[in-house]
């Protein structure tokens, strides 16, 4: 009676067209060898994955310069703004590849890009004190580009970043400028009694607040609704740019000299949550993915860098034989690709994700890339998949420069445990890295 019940059960499959469904045992005593077959699958997984790791999407030609800074669109994803060293600016059609504008918008370095918080209009700073508004569409009948408003500063500018919500923006270098984009003079003006702020940035979460970078290796905050810096914090070496996570209102990260970066908490800056090590140069830029997990990292070294919040060591580097010292990064804003500015005058486009297939998938083939992110992270911690997916190949002077930075440290360590062996107990004590980072908070 039960052959025929599934003979019929196959003949309506058949003729509807449809799979025929499989029940599945979960019992483990039927299944012995499941845990290695799951473990192969794992290994083949993680070979597969460095096999198809080409993070290498495209590159924008066009500037006849070396690239400064970007200025990222807040709805746009295909549209990217750049700006050179010789003072030209260039939007960009990602999809396309292609230059949509190009024009000369300051005398000298273009210091910083930012695209107002509705998105019609952007605005540029430079070497020449000028602060530019320009309109985000394209002229029309191959007009000449004019700005829409100009201001000029009393004094130099080095930094920019826009409010998230409303026309606010502020400006840094000598001092700290609160602006109006209705007004041409300054609402407020912030200042510690430091020399340069070289970068500035709004938190995108408690949106009022913001941090700027001092050329006093110092670290100042603002809020934008005071009439003074909130407070100030000394790190043991100048930090080149700041950024907030955009998820978690309280962390942000800085790219210091001394090859590292520090991610802190605001709510607690004696010491750094965590420092990212693997650089081997000063850290230009840093730059966070909208998810608030990862950041990318751009260096002297020639190299970009992708971080994960909570570990020390970057999980992928990207490289090519051309590319010079990078100078910006940034982020896409649907979390998928990153995008760096070097000296050799070229933007190149990276994958977020190396091994990431472009394009439509279909449902079975997104289950099965499920699938096998799920064993990859179940069998991480065994020794042949850990080393695999490690594995990452360097250029040369990075290589023998992360050998000589590895024989300094272990010289220092060794050298101070020699002074603490042969000193009296208690007097040379342990002292972690972190505690080592911070010199002064200032209130």
């Known amino acids: 009676m039960n052959s025929i019940k599934v003979r019929c059960l196959i003949m309506f499959f058949s ?3 449809t799979l025929i469904p499989v029940k599945r045992n979960y019992d483990p005593d039927l299944h012995p060898m499941e845990a290695t077959r799951e473990y192969v699958r794992a290994l083949n997984a993680t070979k597969l994955e460095r096999v198809f790791a080409k993070p290498f999407v495209g590159n924008l030609d066009g500037h006849r310069d070396g690239v400064s800074v970007f200025g990222k669109h807040p709805s746009h994803l295909s549209t990217l703004c750049s700006g050179a060293y010789n003072g030209e600016v260039r939007v960009w059609d990602l999809p396309s590849r292609q230059s949509t504008r190009n024009f000369i918008a300051h005398d000298g370095f273009v210091r910083g890009i930012c695209y107002t918080n509705r998105g019609d209009r952007f605005i540029t700073i430079g070497d020449d004190k000028a602060i530019k508004f320009w309109n985000a569409e394209k002229p029309e009948d191959e007009e000449d580009e004019e700005p829409i408003n100009t201001i000029l500063s009393r004094t130099s500018i080095h930094g920019i970043s826009h409010h998230r919500k409303s026309n606010i923006y502020a400006t840094s270098g000598e001092v700290c400028y609160i602006w109006d984009e209705t007004r041409s ?18 938190n995108q979460v408690e949106t009022s607040l913001l941090a700027a970078c001092a050329s006093d290796r110092s670290i100042i905050f603002y809020d934008q609704r005071e ?11 100048k930090s080149n740019k700041l950024a907030w996570n955009p998820q978690q209102a309280f ?25 990212h090590y693997d650089h081997v140069s000063a850290v230009t830029d840093v730059d966070y993915s909208p998810t608030g997990k990862e950041f990318v990292t751009g260096s002297y070294d020639k190299t970009v860098r992708i971080y994960e919040i909570h570990k020390s060591h970057s999980r992928e580097i990207y490289h090519t034989k051309r ?27 990276w994958k977020a994700k190396a091994h990431e297939k472009l394009g439509v998938a279909r449902p079975r083939e997104k289950a099965n890339f499920n699938y096998q992110e799920a064993l990859k992270e179940k ?32 010289k220092e360590q060794k050298k101070e445990g020699n002074i603490r062996k042969h000193s009296k107990p208690g007097t040379k004590p342990f002292v972690p890295a972190k505690r080592k980072t911070v010199i002064k908070e200032e209130v």
């Open 251 to 275: 962390n942000f990260t800085v790219a210091n000299e001394d090859f590292n970066l520090y991610t802190f908490d605001t709510r607690q800056l004696k010491n750094p949550i965590k420092i």
């Open 15 to 17: 003729k509807t067209k």
């Open 323 to 349: 590319m010079q010292r990078v100078v910006c990064v940034g982020w896409s804003y649907d979390s998928k690709y990153v995008f760096s500015g070097s000296d050799e005058m070229n933007i190149r486009l």
């Open 185 to 202: 003079e300054p609402l407020k003006t912030l200042k510690w009694g430091v020399d340069t702020l070289h970068s500035v940035s709004f």
């Open 379 to 410: 069998y991480a911690a065994h020794p042949q998949i850990r080393k695999i997916a490690r594995h990452r190949h360097v250029p040369r002077h990075v290589y023998n420069a992360q050998n000589k930075m590895r024989k300094i440290k272990d």
């Open 227 to 237: 009439v003074k810096p909130l407070r100030k914090v000394i790190l043991t070496m």
